[in-house]
């Protein structure tokens, strides 16, 4: 079983530049495909990005493409969500999630996610 912190969340004005961290215990993250939602008031949670756990490869909802990088660090079992250009609809609080047996076609389902961050609140305004 694998616990999850987010760090890395905080105010920035438009066009500036996040950097989130999930941090894992108690497993080896580079066992499992990694995810990032956000959910902002008043709406759904929503995809954002991905790191399968089968040759890294990594996805993006399409508003974040250009913009946001996801990656690992095996090292320090950590994955990350490098994010630019940030725009005031990017706020949002911002999960982590991570599943072993996650099939690629099901990357996009929070539902299908079992750990969970307890997330980081991300606000982009001037």
């Known amino acids: 079983q694998v616990q999850l912190v987010e760090s890395g969340g905080g105010l920035v004005q438009p066009g500036g530049s996040l950097r989130l961290s999930c941090a894992a215990s108690?497993?080896?993250?580079?066992?499992?495909?990694v995810g990032w939602f956000r959910q902002a008031p008043g709406k759904e949670r929503e995809f954002v990005s991905a790191?399968?756990?089968?040759?890294?490869?990594?996805y993006y909802e399409d508003s974040v493409k250009g913009r946001f990088i996801i990656s690992r660090d095996n090292t320090k079992n950590t994955v990350f969500l490098q994010m630019n250009v940030l725009k005031p609809e990017d706020t949002a609080v911002y999960y982590c999630?991570?599943?072993?047996?996650?099939?690629?076609?099901?990357?996009?389902?929070?539902?299908?996610?079992?750990?969970w961050g307890q997330g980081t609140q991300v606000t982009v305004s001037s």
């Open positions: 999630a991570a599943d072993l047996g996650l099939i690629l076609s099901s990357i996009r389902n929070s539902g299908q996610y079992d750990y």
């Open positions: 108690g497993s080896s993250l580079s066992t499992y495909t």
């Open positions: 790191i399968f756990r089968r040759g890294g490869h990594t």
